[in-house]
């Protein structure tokens, strides 16, 4: 039978001595992934995202910003992730866990209701173009996919390396959304995470036998750039407040905090 340390918290869920990466590590959720990281004793955390101020400012808020390494990359570009894969072999030569949590959403529908007339919830579902429907798609899943791929090398060495005893792992970030009946935050953006869940699924059959575990997250609403145009981001009182949303949408009634996303438990 264990022994009662193996139940501490510290030692269930200990990251120290891990090397991280982090896809949209400059703000949101990536950015307290971070920060999460460095606090618990991780060893290096990459962060990768298009913008170069948004990273340098994660790191400069850091307790420990000597760990973090911003690096720009654009997670639809195949050469923008070599690159990447590029420097953090030639720094340290592997990591233990890739976060794919880059994402956009720019297609929103807004707010439909199902007793509008057909006309109305046509009109509203007809509004975004094309091209920024496809490109939730294109970022969210096919972005998504390409950084998996770009980093499996790395990972696998991880393994081989054993630096710590946990095995080489990614986490995407999917959402609530992906499996909610609501077009809360678009069609687009909820059909993207739902094959986010899907192919999260798939890549953990494929690569089990080589001891890489994938595993996906799925937050509900959080305080973000992405989210801040957000219906449920306007209501009268502080949405981190209890009551401030319908407990219809969240039960709690309220959004997320950086530290509900950061605990483990």
Not at 151 to 175: H, M, W, Y
């Amino acid at each position: 039978m264990a022994s009662s340390s193996s139940y501490d918290a510290a030692s269930l869920f200990r990251v120290k001595d891990l090397v991280a990466v982090i896809t949209g590590g400059g703000s949101g959720l990536g950015a307290v992934t971070a920060h999460a990281l460095v606090a618990n004793g991780a060893k290096a955390v990459y962060i990768l995202g298009r913008r170069k101020e948004a990273l340098i400012s994660t790191r400069e808020k850091s307790t420990k910003p000597h760990v973090v390494h911003p690096i720009v990359c654009d997670v639809t570009s195949k050469e923008g992730l070599a690159a990447a894969v590029d420097r953090i072999r030639s720094e340290i030569g592997y990591i233990d866990v890739l976060f794919a949590n880059s994402g956009i959403n720019i297609a929103g529908t807004g707010s439909i209701d199902g007793n509008d007339d057909v006309k109305t919830i046509q009109n509203r579902m007809w509004e975004p173009n094309m091209e920024d429907f496809t490109s939730n798609l294109h970022v969210n899943v096919t972005g998504a996919y390409y950084t998996a791929v770009a980093f499996l090398d790395l990972l696998d060495q991880g393994n081989k390396r054993a630096v710590v005893p946990e095995k080489s792992q990614i986490v995407f970030t999917s959402s609530g959304a992906s499996f909610s009946r609501m077009p809360y935050s678009g069609f687009a953006y909820s059909a993207s995470k739902a094959a986010v869940t899907h192919m999260t699924k798939q890549l953990s059959t494929t690569l089990a036998p080589h001891k890489i575990r994938v595993n996906a997250i799925a937050p509900g609403f959080f305080a973000s750039e992405m989210t801040r145009d957000q219906p449920f981001m306007k209501t009268a009182g502080d949405p981190r407040e209890e009551g401030a949303l319908d407990s219809k949408m969240v039960p709690l009634g309220r959004i997320g905090t950086e530290e509900d996303y950061a605990d483990p438990q």
